[in-house]
């Protein structure tokens, strides 16, 4: 006998109101934490919840991958490292908007609110929906929470995103081993920190293990960069502690010089990048501190100026750790906040949390670039007090008054001048 009766817990499933979740990018800590407090918080209010794996592809694809989260797995997952939902840097084409976005996946699970979590492009991607779920007067509202390590989304009042202290806090464990290292052997590291287009990361670490040379990519403000100048910055703190009668030290630099250099300087250097979908170029797959300590030994040995130096690279092992306890109590407010943010009639915006402890939403359309409709990155601003005291007095490097004790190491001191590099 065929048994015509409906399943009433698919029934129930279908009615009940829904949202659902995707992570796009790369991971950062706190990514679960994030998820985790939407789920809970929004299950006990009597929503169904939605993880969507593989980021944006799943609302653009016919058979998109997804699992419900009840609440024992939100308990779970919140605490933790990583990402539960599998995460991609999937960006929909124009094509993708007019033919293949899933809405029958929406109104089959009756979804109210779709949350994106991620960095600068994956924000551009939430105000790219934002604007077409408008277009097409599909009544289903769009949060975006702000995360990545390089901490580089212009959020107001120099508010972190999340992901970056414990990211900072990992890699400042890592940074200060590798000091130590310098200081029991007498030698010199290398070390490269992660930040695609802004130095925060490479900053936070190097400025809280002391290193005597830090160079991030704002630095650059009045001059062009290139590879003999951060060489060169380099070399000056090496001289300015031989001065000083210190044999050791460490040089950080911020992955996101490259983006700087010219392809000549690139071609140059002999590393063959290969380039994401976004037309990025893979940093990942070189070793930027291996390239560097190339470089540098390179010059080191030109000028018969005696060093050891290795190379070090800080960045994966930084994305996946259990987030410390800023991170947790963060990212909880921010997951809690998007539902307050909901309920409010707040859409296509992202949310964050001011420095007096309040959910605010950012509209996406109001920080867009009018041109490229993207989110433009937040650098470092070096015209703080507290980025220019690490410049004057964290920092080691040759000044006019060490010109002529340098001239034992090099003749012409003055192109070894850290302020005069950069033209400041």
Known sequence: MINLRP????????????????????????????????????????????????????????????????????????????????????????????????????????????VTVGGDDTASTANRIAKFLEAKNYPIANIHVPKTID?????????PTFGYHSAKGEGTKIASTIYEDARTSGNWFVVSAMGRSAGHLALGIGATCHYPMIVIPEMFNKTKITAEKIINMAISAIIKR????????AIMISEGVFHELSHEELEASGVKFTYDEHGHPELGKVSKAQLFNEMLENKLNALKIKVKSRPVEIGYEVRCV?????????????????????????????VYVDLNGNVKSLYLKDMQDPETGKIPPRGVNIHTDKVQQIFDYLMHYITPEDYEAAKQYVANPEDYDFKKILNW
């Open 7 to 114: 399943n009433l817990k698919e029934v129930f499933k279908i009615m009940k109101q829904s949202i659902v979740i995707l992570t796009g990018g790369g991971p950062a800590p706190g990514m679960n934490t994030v998820v985790g407090s939407i789920a809970k918080t929004f299950i006990q209010n009597d929503y169904r919840v939605l993880g969507l794996h593989g980021g944006y592809k799943g609302l653009f694809s016919k058979n998109p991958n997804f699992c419900e989260l009840d609440f024992v797995t939100a308990d779970w997952i919140f605490n933790r490292g990583g990402s539960y939902l599998m995460m991609s840097r999937y960006k929909p084409t124009n094509e993708d908007f007019e033919v293949n976005f899933n809405l029958d996946f929406f109104k089959d699970n009756n979804i109210k609110l779709l």
């Open 151 to 159: 901490n580089d989304l212009p959020l107001p009042q120099n508010i």
């Open 242 to 249: 031989k001065i000083m009668g210190i044999s050791y030290g």
């Open 322 to 350: 259990t987030p410390f306890a800023y991170d947790l109590m963060y990212c909880s407010q921010l997951g809690m906040g998007v539902y307050k943010l909901f309920t409010e009639g707040t859409t296509g915006c992202m």
